[in-house]
């Protein structure tokens, strides 16, 4: 039995895009040969500014989108599902296991239905129940597990409050019994006061029933407190990756430092002026050359600066990981 | 120094299907020319409501108590009703960035017409001068080729460049009051940074007053000299804002505090202020915040006491009831 849930081994996403009917075709590189293994029960956390390719990533283990190349291995106790090549039989079976908490709680629950319902839905969808009855109990055990008053399961959504839709979103993804779950911003429309509430609960769910979470997330200082393990993208590529510990406390590549610099302090007195980088994220149409950060990067060497080196991770200390440009230049 | 503006016992309420509610309730703040007031607080708390009731920008069910004052240049914009006094405070005196910048564009209109045409309305100048104030105020906020930006639509601008357009919108026609409704929410850090640095510069050039929401507590303690905390409608504390993030009297303050993730102390477990924003539909009696208070008096959980700022430290104002509880 393997320690890894998920091994993403080469992967790249690509789209084509056409800007009108006589344009050539063009590839947008949204992921560029992503190496990473999420260990069973463990918190990892990806972060970077949108159009990093996050949210691509995220879909793509999901088997949301289509994987261009390299192969995504899902690691079940009996057996592994590889997503590149699976029939629709298995990924029935791999979405009951593999789910999706969304950004936006007004925008996820259907203001037809009710709680229940909306809760009920992957149940019946993925025919996991048989009788109502066992729906029922389902719904209303897991319900409680996150918190929901069991009373107001027959209400619809427009009478919740942010907090509370983030919590029936919870609860739907989880009711399917899955063992990895995908947050995806899932905090990031939500209030200071009850983004902690949400955070502290996926925590306790992870305990309670043994889940592993891949939390997509622009703010650093959430993604701090909750992850074990923390990867940085940037246009496509994994700059970064350690402990979120070591990375927090030990940057190693500029972009790293920059964002984190970034982080307006909560000290009046505290007027640290954020390394600025230049400008804004370069298109995934047509990234830079070699390193795709060199056009932001501070202080590029001269190989760097005419685009002729080469990215790719190098361990620079246990379990730290930085794109070797970023190493050999500063 | 005088006042640049001033809000006296604001109330504002709503006509819905369900009854009459409050959005806003008994506030008075001012403000002085080159200085920055940040207004804190969760959803729903009346941020915005407050800063729109300033340039009457509030639906057509909105009613505002007799006595309240909102005095600007030393009239009371609350009283203005023809389209002549309007325009004064709509662009004229008063400007607004939007949190959204691509709602805040219209779509199908080229950037540089849309800046020509509110400079024409508000300034006494032809369409050569506007273009030139306009490029001119592009370049001053940072946009690389801004005669190309000028006639490009708003779609063909990245997130950052569109809302520093949008301020830069906001500024050419040199408003005395800029209201700044979460202008940095929808950026990416890095972004968020520059526009922080470029708004501060602005200020410091062209001295004028500004009034920041946000719901950032950091955003806050960079752009911010006074701030006000509120509270379903009411400010519930207020003060300089080195005094309110280091000494914070009030549980709400406090609890917005330590609800923050706090990136030098990971160690530190995430405190969610317990219990919803009530629904305005039942608004607590009393003091609107005993439903999550962590420690109510007797007389405060009956709904006993009444609200109102005192205070306690020179500039340093907080609701009586949490002093007399905690």
């Known amino acids: 039995m393997s320690e890894n849930l998920i091994s993403v081994n080469n992967v790249s996403v690509n789209f084509d895009y056409q800007e009108n009917f006589i344009s050539k075709k063009q590839k947008i590189h949204a992921v560029n040969n992503i190496n990473i293994k999420i260990k069973k029960g463990s918190f990892f956390g990806l972060v970077g500014e949108s159009g990093s390719?996050?949210?691509?990533?995220?879909?793509?283990?999901?088997?949301?989108?289509?994987?261009?190349?390299?192969?995504?291995?899902?690691?079940?106790?009996?057996?592994?599902?590889?997503?590149?090549?699976?029939?629709?039989?298995?990924?029935?079976?791999?979405?009951?296991?593999?789910?999706?908490?969304f950004q936006d709680p007004y925008a996820a629950l259907s203001p037809r239905m009710t709680v229940?319902?909306?809760?009920?839905?992957?149940?019946?969808?993925?025919?996991?129940t048989n009788?109502?009855?066992?729906?029922?109990?389902?719904?209303?055990?897991?319900?409680?597990?996150?918190?929901?008053?069991?009373?107001?399961?027959?209400?619809?959504?427009h009478a919740f409050s942010g907090g509370q839709r983030q919590r029936i979103s919870i609860a739907r993804a989880l009711v399917s019994n899955p063992k990895f779950i995908v947050a995806d911003e899932s905090v990031a429309a939500l209030d200071v006061s009850i983004q902690a509430d949400i955070l502290n609960l996926l925590k306790q769910l992870q305990n309670e029933l043994n889940l592993t979470y891949l939390f997509?997330?622009?703010?650093?200082?959430?993604?701090?407190?909750?992850?074990?393990i923390v990867a940085v993208m940037y246009l496509g590529h994994i700059v970064e990756m350690a402990p979120s510990r070591k990375l927090f406390q030990n940057p190693k590549h500029s972009y790293t430092k920059a964002l984190l610099s970034s982080i307006p302090s909560i000290d009046p007195e505290n007027k640290s002026k954020a390394i600025e980088l230049k400008g804004e994220i370069p298109s995934a149409l047509n990234p830079p050359s070699g390193c795709v950060f060199r056009t932001r990067c501070p202080n590029p060497c001269d190989n760097c600066r005419n685009g002729e080196t080469e990215m790719g991770l190098i361990e620079v200390e246990p379990e730290h990981w930085v794109d070797q440009c970023c190493a050999n230049c500063s | 120094m005088s006042n640049l503006l001033e809000v006296k016992n604001l109330d504002v309420k709503f006509d819905t299907d369900e009854g009459r509610i409050t959005a806003v309730e008994n506030i008075s703040f001012t403000l002085q020319q080159g200085k920055v007031l940040g207004i804190v607080g969760e959803s729903g708390s009346g941020k915005s409501v407050t800063a729109k009731s300033i340039m009457q920008l509030n639906p057509g069910n909105t009613f505002y108590n007799n006595n309240a004052e909102i005095i600007l240049d030393n009239e009371n914009t609350l009283n203005f009703v023809s389209k002549e006094d309007l325009r004064k405070i709509r662009g004229g005196k008063v400007s607004m960035i939007f949190q959204e910048p691509m709602a805040s564009f219209a779509p199908a209109i080229k950037i540089g017409k849309q800046m020509i045409e509110q400079l024409l309305i508000h300034r006494d100048i032809n369409k050569e001068d506007a273009k030139k104030i306009s490029i001119n105020m592009l370049n001053r906020v940072g946009i690389a080729d801004a005669e190309k930006r000028f006639n490009q639509y708003a779609f063909e601008l990245s997130g950052g460049m569109r809302q520093r357009a949008m301020i830069a919108m906001a500024l050419s026609t040199m408003p005395k009051l800029l209201l700044a409704d979460e202008p940095t929410t929808a950026l990416d850090v890095t972004i968020q940074a520059q526009v922080i640095d470029l708004i501060k510069d602005i200020i410091r050039e062209y001295q004028m007053g500004v009034i920041f929401i946000t719901h950032d507590l950091g955003v806050i303690a960079q752009v911010a000299d006074e701030v006000a905390v509120m509270y379903l409608g009411r400010i519930v504390e207020k003060g300089p804002v080195n005094e309110i993030l280091k000494n914070p009297k009030h549980p709400y303050t406090k609890g917005l505090l330590e609800a923050l993730p706090d990136i030098n102390n990971l160690d530190a477990p995430l405190k969610p202020i317990p219990g919803n924003i009530p629904s305005p539909l039942d608004r607590p009696t009393a003091c609107v915040f005993r439903t999550r208070c962590p420690n109510p008096c007797d007389d405060c959980r009956e709904g006993k006491t009444e609200m109102g700022l005192i205070e306690v430290e020179p500039g340093h104002w907080v609701d009586q009831c949490c002093i007399n509880c905690g």
Do not use: W
């Open chain 1, 116 to 128: 229940r319902d909306i809760i009920a839905e992957p149940l019946e969808v993925m025919r996991i």
């Open chain 1, 216 to 228: 997509i997330s622009h703010d650093l200082s959430v993604v701090a407190h909750v992850c074990d």
């Open chain 1, 131 to 157: 009788s109502r009855q066992e729906t029922d109990d389902r719904v209303r055990d897991i319900a409680s597990k996150c918190r929901l008053n069991l009373e107001h399961l027959r209400r619809f959504p």
């Open chain 1, 53 to 101: 390719g996050k949210t691509t990533l995220g879909r793509a283990i999901l088997g949301a989108n289509k994987i261009s190349s390299g192969n995504v291995i899902f690691h079940d106790d009996e057996r592994d599902y590889d997503l590149t090549n699976i029939n629709k039989q298995d990924l029935k079976e791999y979405r009951k296991k593999a789910q999706l908490i």
